[in-house]
């Protein structure tokens, strides 16, 4: 189907349903929480009586977005969410595209599986047979960028403010790491014509993202690339952990750790970089790569995840070390493709 008449059916969904319920994915990032946002502030100028609900808390260095006080946490309001839900006409699915993404809340979305969903998502891999309407792109920086071009579509003079401006941004910054990676030929275009069709302050949003760090979180990062990193020459890879004893020790905070997966890409020859994280359960797995190596295809395969290319996640049912000799014994099969 073409982009025009996908975009036209979804405005005819949000001239049918008022009551829509947007909802991203466990561990929101910057692109869950921007994107969310910024079709929310969109339905709410059209009248809907929207909400936003995530599965659980969001890092603190995104907790001065516009309305983000508006967010609902699932695994905090399991009463209210389900109220909410259960009265929706209509869901926005924003940022994953499959139901197990969203953690706590998968059991709880199965009871409403008869209200029509949308998909909106630039993740691989999308089963469109569940949702009445699929925005469904990969070539793409972000969700956000997608809910951009979607408001563009109906005119950004008329719809475009600075509070919508500023989330999609939020998401467009940090899913490309400030412009690093996942670039593809209309971003730049997009992003030019969001700056100049609003009044927002790029450098305040890049301040607010990136230099409102904690003194703890500075030196988390230090210790973990000092005293948890290891090179595997053979494989032109690094491994980086942190155990549950590590982040206690530097009084974890939601959202301590992003980022860290990306330094060691600063060596010239890593290609891949690995960083494992000891959680409540179980070990959640950040993986990065450089030029064509897929960790999307690798972390399909070995890890119960998936995401982009150059960007994945995946998760581990074991300890930490085992998860990093699960990991240590798969290289092989990828040497060549590292080389
Ligand atoms: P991160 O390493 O920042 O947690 O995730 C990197 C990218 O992979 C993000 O785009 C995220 O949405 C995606 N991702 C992370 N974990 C998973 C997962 O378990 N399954 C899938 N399908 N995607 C994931
Ligand atoms: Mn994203």
Known sequence: MSKILIFNSIINLFKTYKKV???????????????????YLYLKKLGSDVHVIVPND??????WMPYIQDVLIYDKNVDEANKIMTEAELFCYLDFNTQSRTGVMHNDLCRYNSTPKILIDHHIGADTSQFVACFSETEISSTSEMIAEFIKYQGFDNYLDDDIATNIIVGMITDTGTFSHSIFKNTFSIFGDILSSTTVNYKKIHQNIYNTSTENRLRLLGFLINDRMTILE??????????????????YQVGDTEGVVNYPLTIGNIKMSV????????????LRSKDDFSVNDMSRKHFNGGGHLNAAGGTLYCSLEEAIEKFKSVLPEYKEALK
Not at 23 to 37: C, K, T, W
Not at 58 to 63: H, M, N, R
Not at 275 to 285: M, W, Y
């Open 21 to 39: 319920v947007i909802v991203s994915h466990v561990n929101p990032d910057g692109d869950a929480i921007g994107s969310s946002l910024a079709l």
């Open 58 to 63: 969001y890092p603190s260095f995104l907790s």
């Open 234 to 251: 053979d494989y032109n890879t690094a491994i980086i952990y942190a155990s549950k004893s590590d982040l206690e020790r530097f009084n």
């Open 275 to 286: 960083l494992f994280t000891e959680k409540q359960d179980v070990i959640r797995l950040s």
